[in-house]
């Protein structure tokens, strides 16, 4: 019995141990088919590069480039030339008008009638608005009025005292009542003048209900419509004009430039500046506006000038340094360093390396090299330099290249 229990229990274990080992089977095999899913990954990825690579290389050919590094490269040139360039600084702007008029009433009264439109340009004088001036018409025929009746008054006054000055010369008379007299036409004439003052207040106040442009400029926005009744302690007023002709354009120069302005203000020169927009393409004045500023400084003479575009910078020869591709007569380009001058817009002026007359490249430099073969614009590429100079030559053949002189 106790060898039959054992042999029991061995039985058991072994079927305890063959169920794990197949849960523990499981995920290897499941771990193992994923590792060997990566690996397989791994090389495709690896073989497609590889394909790329050499599909690339092939494109590219033997020398690296498109086409092989000994073949032309297509580039636009342009020919160095002589002439004028400007000196201009650059400055940031605000344009600021020379006045700005809030026009205002001057008398109180109706607004009946209003001229002029928003945005519209007036000149000085022209009529804006009109304030009801009938009651301004009637003050002053009042006022004129009183003025004829002391004018006859004073008139009188001066006869009385005129023959008031005879009597007393025959003593028919007290010499108290001439002074009195004459104290009275001194009074009338005061008056007289007084009322000659209200007429001309009175006229001035009418006139003030035609109300006109001060200035020549732009309107705003209305403040006040018709039928309002306007007084000359408004705040708004009834529209703002803005000065445009002249304007102003305040901005600022860097500190370097100021003793060159200065010297050439003092020689008498009149320095023009423009404006334009942000965009530096139109020039247009607006007022509180932010503009560009172009100070015409100076003018240099017979300066020897290329376009901006073929300027390089780097280090061609171990410096850093700003140079050219300049076309050689045998259709090849070498390095030219050049030293810059003053740059006006898209030209610049070369103090040293070129000459007048010179070729460089303006486009498609980023390819080239010293010595490298190009095409110029307007040249016809033989088949040698469509298949880089391989096609319909035999075995040893000497290579040699047309010979394209650039127009001048």
């Known amino acids: 019995k106790c060898g039959e229990h054992v042999l029991n229990l061995r039985e058991e274990a072994g079927e305890v141990s063959a169920a794990l080992r197949q849960r523990w089977a499981a995920p290897r095999k499941r771990k193992v088919a994923l590792l060997l899913l990566a690996v397989v990954l791994v090389l495709a990825v690896v073989l497609v590069r590889n394909i790329q690579h050499r599909h690339s290389a092939a494109m590219q050919g033997p020398g690296g480039g498109r086409g092989g590094s000994n073949n032309p490269v297509a580039v636009t040139v342009a020919t160095v030339t002589s002439g004028d360039v400007q000196v201009r600084i650059p400055a940031l702007g605000t344009i600021t008008p020379l006045a700005t008029v809030t026009v205002k009433t001057q008398i109180s009264g109706q607004l009946q009638k209003i001229a002029f439109k928003e945005g519209q340009l007036v000149r000085q004088g022209d009529f804006l608005a009109q304030i009801d001036p009938r009651p301004y018409e009637a003050a002053l025929k009042q006022i004129r009025g009183t003025l004829r009746r002391d004018q006859a008054l004073l008139a009188d ?174 259709s090849t380009v070498s390095v030219r360093p050049v030293t810059l001058g003053v740059v006006d817009g898209e030209r610049v002026a070369v103090t040293a390396g070129l000459a007048a007359g010179d070729v460089v490249v303006t486009e498609g430099g980023d390819r080239l090299r010293d010595g490298a073969p190009v095409v110029l614009p307007g040249a016809t590429p033989t088949p040698e330099k469509l298949v880089g100079g391989q096609a319909g030559r035999p075995s040893g053949a000497h290579r040699s290249r047309p010979r394209v002189v650039p127009s001048q």
């Not at 000659?196 to 705003?220: E, F, K, M």
């Not at 419509?225 to 002249?246: K, S």
């Not at 120069?253 to 942000?278: C, F, K, N, W």
């Not at 780097?314 to 410096?319: D, E, I, K, M, S």
């Open 157 to 330: 006054a001066r006869l009385d005292l005129k023959r008031f000055e005879e009597l007393i010369t025959e003593d028919s008379i007290a010499q108290q009542q001439l002074d009195t007299q004459r104290a009275l036409v001194e009074q009338y004439e005061g008056t007289v003048e007084a009322d000659q003052a209200q007429v001309n207040t009175a006229a001035l106040n009418l006139q003030y209900t035609h109300i006109v442009s001060p200035v020549t400029g732009r309107v705003g926005l209305r403040q006040v419509d018709e039928g309002n009744y306007v007084t000359a302690g408004d705040a708004n007023g009834i529209v703002v004009i803005t000065q445009l002709q002249p304007i102003t354009a305040i901005f600022s120069v860097p500190e370097d430039d100021v003793s060159m302005i200065m010297r050439r203000l003092h020689d008498g020169a009149t320095l023009e500046a423009q404006a334009y927009d942000r965009t530096n393409s139109t020039r247009v004045l607006f007022p509180n506006q932010f503009v560009n500023i172009q100070l015409l400084e100076n003018d240099l003479h017979n300066q020897v000038i290329m376009p901006n575009a073929a300027v390089h910078r780097g280090a061609p020869n171990g410096v850093v340094t700003t140079f050219v591709y300049r076309v050689n007569p045998d």
